[in-house]
C-alpha cells in the first residue's frame, strides 16, 4: 500500500491479476479483429472465438470481469474497425449484452454436470437472438428474417459447442495456480 | 494418477443442453419454414396479369378499370380490396386475404387478386 | 439475402416444369379460368380462345335481358300470344333439356320465372335494394309460368302462358361447360379444367393427380374444402353469397322460390358433385337448386329426384349436412362446427 505521494507522479497500482486481465482483453478484442477481417460464407455467421475468452475469464475470475472484458472487446472492436455506433456495433453488443445475461444465470449451474460447453452454446444462443432482434426491429423490419433464423440458430449450435470444448480445453491446460499473487 | 485428458469426458448436463438445443433448432425449422405463408399477390385486370407484388411491405396500389379506379392495400403480410366503384362492395367486404390461395374478385371492375405462394392446395375455386 | 435468393433458386429447380396453361377471362358477366395440362402453349391458347369465343356466343344469343339475343326474342313473342316462334336447334335442345329438368325437380328448377327475377332487380348486372313489390310478385306466383306451358315442335315453340319469361341464368353456364368439353376432346386435349363462375369440369387429371378443386365457404373469403374431380366429373354451387342485396338486415339472394315468389332462406349454399355424363355440366348448374329451396327434411328426397348422390348442404345456421358419399370426398380445410351425414 502506497501513500499518495507528495510528488507530482501518480502510479495506479496493478495487480498480477490485472496483467492476465489486460492480456486477456487484448487477445479478445485481437481474435475479434481477425474475425472481422475473414470472409464468412453467411453474412453475420462467425465462429465468435472471442467469446472462449469471456468464458474462459468467467471461469478463472468472475462474471464482473467477463462482463468487462466481453464490453471492453465490443466497444475497443469498433472504434479500431471504425464501426463505432454502426449497424455492426450495435449488432455486436445487442449480441454480447445478451450473451452475459445468460452467462449470468448459467453460471451457477453445478459444475459437476454442466462444463464450459453448456455456457458456451446458452451464451450462443443468447447472442445469436440478441442480434435477430436487432436485425428484425431496426435493420430489416419484415418477416422475411423469419426464413433466417433456424439456419442462424444452427450456426450458434454448432459454434456454440465448438467454442465450448475450446474453452474446455483452455481452461485444462491453464489451471488455476495457487502460488500466484492474488494481491 | 492417470491424468485426466486434457479435453476432459462429456458431462452429464452438457449433453442434455445439447439434444434440447437439437431438438429446439428443429422446432424452428418445422415452424418457421412452413410454406403455408402467401409470398406474393398477383393482381389482374380483365383477362391480363396487371403486376404481382410481393407481401412483405406496405403499399397501396390503384388500378385503373372499365368503372374506375380500385385500391388495393397490401399490409403486414395481407391483402384486401381497400375501396372500389362498384355498388355491392362485395370485393371489400371480403376483408384480408392472408393465405396462399385465397381470392378477391371486383366483378363489375374486372380486377382480381390471388396470394400466391408455393404450391396451391387445389386447382381452382368452386363458387 | 443472398441466402434467401439461394433457397428459392433450390426451390424452383426442385419443383420441376410444369406444362399448365391458365387463362382467366371475363366471359359471360363472371371469371372464367381454363386450364389446359399437357399441351404446348400455342395449342392451349388457340382451344381456350376457342372455346372463350363460343362462350360469348353463347352469352350474347341466350341474354336473359338483352333485347336483341334469341331469348329476349323468344320471351316477348310468347308474351305476345301463342303463334309458334322459329328457333335454333341449339335452343331447341336447351328447352327441351330444360323442360325435362324442371319436370325432374317438380318445378323447383323453373326458367320460366324470368319475370319474378326481374321484379327482385336480379336481370342487371349489379344488384342494389329494390322495392319490394309484393302485390306483382303474388300476381306472377298466381299467374304460375312454368316450363310446361311451353309447347315444343319441330323446332318451334309457343307458350300458352304468357307470363313465361325464360331466364336461363341457373342452366346456361353448366350447358356451356359440357360445350366446351366436346370442344376439347374434340381438339383432342387431354387434361383440361373449366370453371365458368365457379361451376367447373374436369376432363383427364393434372399430370400424376385428379384435378382439385377448393369449395368457397359461404361465409368466409376463403376456401372451406378441397374436392378432388376425377375426369368427366363437374361440380356446382348455388350459393347466397353469389348475387345477392341486403335490405334492413335481411339478405335477399338471386334464387327465387316459385312456389311464394321470393328468394329463398334457410340456406347458405349448396354443392352437388355431378358423375360423369353428356349433361354433367348442366347437372352440376341445375341440380342444386331444387336442394337450395327445399326445406331441411324435403333436401335428400329433392337429391335423389335430380340424381344426384353426392351433395353438401350449408344451412342458414352454417351448419353442414351431406350425403355419406359426399362425406367420404370432401377434405375439410376448416373443421366445421357441425356436421351431419345423411
Request: charged share 15%.
Amino acid at each position: 500500500m502506497t501513500q499518495p505521494s507528495k510528488n507530482k507522479r501518480i502510479e495506479i497500482q496493478t495487480t498480477s491479476d490485472d496483467h492476465h486481465i489486460a492480456k486477456l482483453a487484448a487477445f479478445a478484442i485481437g481474435l475479434h479483429l481477425l474475425e472481422a477481417a475473414l470472409p464468412s460464407p453467411l453474412p453475420g455467421v462467425k465462429p465468435g472465438l472471442a467469446n472462449i475468452i469471456t468464458l474462459f475469464v468467467l471461469y478463472r475470475f468472475d462474471f464482473a470481469t467477463a462482463a468487462w472484458v466481453s464490453l471492453l472487446r465490443v466497444f475497443a472492436s469498433s472504434l479500431l474497425l471504425g464501426n463505432f455506433l454502426s449497424p455492426t456495433f450495435a449488432l455486436s453488443l445487442s449480441g454480447a449484452l445478451l450473451s452475459l445475461a445468460a452467462l449470468c444465470f448459467a453460471q451457477y449451474l453445478p459444475r459437476r454436470y454442466f462444463s464450459a460447453v453448456t455456457l458456451s452454446l446458452l451464451a450462443a444462443f443468447a447472442h445469436m437472438t440478441g442480434q435477430l432482434l436487432v436485425v428484425r426491429v431496426w435493420l430489416i423490419p419484415n418477416a422475411g428474417v423469419a426464413y433466417l433464423i433456424p439456419i442462424f440458430m444452427v450456426a450458434a449450435l454448432v459454434f456454440g459447442v465448438a467454442n465450448g470444448l475450446l474453452t474446455n480445453y483452455l481452461l485444462r491446460i491453464n489451471p488455476v495456480r495457487l502460488d500466484e499473487d492474488k494481491g | 494418477m492417470v491424468k485426466p485428458s486434457k479435453w476432459g469426458k462429456p458431462l452429464l448436463g452438457d449433453v442434455l443442453v445439447i439434444i434440447f438445443a437439437l431438438l429446439f433448432v428443429a422446432y424452428l425449422f418445422k415452424s418457421l419454414w412452413h410454406n403455408e405463408q402467401a409470398a406474393k399477390l398477383q393482381i389482374r385486370l380483365g383477362d391480363k396479369i396487371y403486376a404481382t407484388y410481393s407481401l412483405d411491405q406496405n403499399r397501396d396500389i390503384n388500378i385503373q378499370g372499365p368503372i374506375g379506379v380500385t385500391r388495393i392495400e397490401i399490409a403486414n403480410g395481407k391483402a384486401r380490396f381497400a375501396s372500389s366503384p362498384c355498388p355491392n362492395q362485395y370485393c371489400v367486404h371480403q376483408g384480408w386475404l392472408n393465405h396462399k390461395g385465397h381470392a378477391a374478385i371486383c366483378l363489375p371492375n374486372q380486377v382480381s387478386m390471388e396470394l400466391l405462394g408455393g404450391k396451391k392446395p387445389f386447382d381452382s375455386l368452386n363458387y | 439475402m443472398r441466402l434467401l435468393v439461394l433457397i428459392f433458386a433450390l426451390f424452383l429447380s426442385a419443383c420441376g416444369k410444369e406444362s399448365l396453361v391458365q387463362t382467366k377471362s371475363y366471359v359471360f358477366g363472371t371469371l372464367v379460368d381454363i386450364s389446359i395440362y399437357g399441351e404446348t402453349e400455342d395449342k392451349a391458347h388457340e382451344v381456350t380462345s376457342h372455346i372463350l369465343q363460343d362462350f360469348q356466343r353463347l352469352h350474347h344469343q341466350y341474354h336473359a335481358w338483352q333485347s336483341d339475343s334469341e331469348l329476349s326474342t323468344l320471351n316477348k313473342r310468347f308474351a305476345a300470344g301463342k303463334t309458334p316462334v322459329e328457333m335454333s336447334p341449339e335452343l331447341t335442345q336447351m328447352l327441351t333439356q330444360a323442360q325435362t329438368l324442371s319436370k325432374q325437380s317438380q318445378g323447383l328448377f323453373n326458367p320460366a320465372i324470368g319475370g319474378l327475377i326481374s321484379i327482385w332487380g336480379f336481370q342487371r348486372d349489379e344488384f342494389t335494394p329494390v322495392e319490394i313489390n309484393d302485390v306483382a310478385i303474388q300476381k306472377l306466383v298466381q299467374a304460375n309460368p312454368q316450363m310446361s306451358d311451353i309447347v315444343i315442335k319441330n323446332n318451334t315453340a309457343y307458350s300458352t302462358n304468357s307470363t313465361v319469361k325464360l331466364d336461363l341464368g341457373g342452366y346456361a353456364k353448366g350447358y356451356a361447360l359440357d360445350l366446351a368439353i366436346t370442344e376439347l376432346q374434340k381438339q383432342g386435349v387431354k387434361n383440361a379444367l373449366v370453371n365458368i363462375g365457379g361451376n367447373i369440369i374436369a376432363l383427364g387429371q393434372h399430370g400424376d393427380k385428379p384435378w382439385r378443386v377448393g369449395i368457397q365457404h359461404p361465409r368466409q373469403p376463403k376456401p372451406m374444402a378441397t374436392l378432388d374431380l376425377p375426369s368427366g366429373w363437374a361440380v356446382g354451387t348455388s350459393g347466397d353469397y353469389q348475387r345477392y342485396f341486403e335490405q334492413a338486415g335481411k339478405r335477399y339472394c338471386h334464387i327465387i322460390d316459385p312456389r311464394n315468389g321470393y328468394p329463398a332462406l334457410g340456406t347458405q349454399a349448396v354443392t352437388v358433385l355431378i358423375a360423369p355424363s353428356p349433361q354433367a355440366g348442366v347437372l352440376s348448374d341445375v341440380a342444386s337448386k331444387p336442394i337450395f329451396l327445399s326445406a331441411p327434411d324435403q333436401r335428400a328426397m329433392a337429391a335423389k329426384a335430380m340424381g344426384v348422390e353426392h351433395y353438401l348442404v350449408v344451412d342458414a345456421e352454417s351448419n353442414i349436412r351431406l350425403s355419406a358419399s359426399m362425406s367420404g370426398r370432401v377434405h375439410w380445410l376448416t373443421k366445421p362446427k357441425k356436421i351431419a351425414v345423411q
